[in-house]
């Protein structure tokens, strides 16, 4: 059975939806549906998790590697934290090194996913959040780690452009995507991890 391992935070952990709901778990069934013997997916993730967190996690998970498929989306807690771009080119590059690694170095086996953009979400709007920047931050990290995942060879996938044209499918929440989001998510990551196991 092949393998596939998810890192990332509330958006891989699927925050507010079913297990069935969440984008991993939708991709490797939708993978074995296509005739990919590949496993449900190991998730290390957790919702408000920022990019030195989830290393911190890692380093206390005892990993079975080589995966035959990772994935890795994380950064949106960076940006609501107000973290610097500069932080988070220097820790999400680290956290893509050890994902390709776990890969068993081969970087055509990980997918990279955008952030989304939760500032179009009522919860960012409800709250007086400056929603055009948040746009624009989450746009210098998109950039950031697109030129970090293609220096290494990874897939990227573009999720951001869903999140903003679809600003209501959202969770109960009115923050995080709603499992028909997920759904989208996964249908945009689909060709390149069908790409790993042609």
């Not at 013997?37 to 919702?47: E, F, K, M, S, Y």
């Not at 030129?147 to 452009?161: F, L, M, S």
């Not at 989001?181 to 249908?187: H, I």
């Amino acid at each position: 059975m092949l393998s596939y391992l998810a890192l990332g935070d509330s958006y891989s952990i699927g925050e507010g939806v079913a297990a069935a709901g969440r984008w991993p778990v939708q991709l490797a069934a939708r993978l074995h549906q296509a005739g990919v013997a590949l496993g449900a997916p190991t998730i290390i993730a957790t919702t408000g998790w920022t990019t030195d967190e989830l290393a911190a996690a890692m380093d206390g998970t005892e990993f079975h590697p080589p995966y035959d498929l990772v994935s890795l989306l994380i950064g949106v807690n960076n940006q609501y934290r107000g973290r610097d771009a500069d932080n988070y080119r220097d820790e999400f590059r680290q956290l893509l090194q050890r994902a390709i690694a776990l890969a068993g170095q081969r970087p055509a086996h990980v997918l990279v996913l955008s952030i989304p953009d939760w500032g179009v979400t009522p919860f960012a709007r409800d709250s007086g959040r400056d929603v055009a920047r948040i746009a624009v931050e989450l746009d210098i990290y998109n950039a950031i780690a697109r030129e970090e995942a293609g220096q290494r060879g990874v897939h990227w996938v573009d999720i951001t452009g869903i999140s903003r044209q679809h600003p209501g499918l959202l969770a109960a929440d009115g923050l995080h995507p709603s499992a028909g989001q997920y759904t989208l998510w996964m249908e945009a990551a689909l060709p390149a991890a069908k790409a790993i196991f042609s």
